[in-house]
Each structure stands twice: as C-alpha cells, then as structure tokens.
C-alpha cells in the first residue's frame, strides 16, 4: 500500500476515490514509565520510552489505517494525516487517517 501525504501520487494517476480511510489506537502511560519519565525530567534529556510507545502506536495507526484501504479495495492512500488527543489522564489516541484511492492501470 503507497502512503502519500499530498492529494496526488507522483507518477501514478487517480482513477476513483475510494472515501476516507481510518486507523487509531490509544495507548496509556504506565506507572513504571511514569516515574522514569519524572526522573528524567528533572535531568533533562529525551524520554525513551514515550518516545517508542507513540512511535508504535503511530505504527499500529498506519496498520489499521491500510487494512480499512485493502477491504475497500485501494490501491494507495493520499492526504495521509495524523491527529491526537488526550482521551482520559495518562492515555492519548494518536488518528491516521486518509483517502483511499484506486490507480489507473
């Protein structure tokens, strides 16, 4: 599945949009993270771990995101965004979502 942040797929031509495709996940923080995380914020420094939980949650977006493309029966997906929010204290949803497009032949 080719992912393209623009509304058009370079070298290749839109034959149908498909409609908007979505994929999310929400990931909480656990307490072990937390007092690590408290502890590096008072030394400074990139905090690790809520570095790999939101790539991997943006991970599991994009993988949820395709599998709807595939079951529409898309060749690719263009205007690819992502979105996030706090949904409670401690966990977040990160949204990927897109237009689902087939390709001319």
Request: hydrophobic share 40%; aromatic share 6%; no cysteine.
């Amino acid at each position: 599945m080719k992912l393209y942040t623009t509304d058009e797929a370079v070298g290749q031509e839109i034959e149908s949009s498909l409609g908007m495709v979505r994929g999310n996940t929400i990931r909480a923080r656990g307490f072990g993270r937390d007092i690590l995380a408290g502890l590096r914020n008072l030394i400074g420094g990139e905090i690790k771990d809520y570095t790999e939980m939101l790539s991997d949650a943006r991970d599991e977006a994009i993988y949820r995101m395709e599998k709807e493309a595939e079951e529409v029966g898309a060749d690719g997906i263009v205007e690819v965004r992502f979105t996030t929010s706090q949904t409670m204290g401690g966990a977040a949803e990160i949204l990927a979502y897109g237009t689902a497009v087939k390709f001319e032949q």
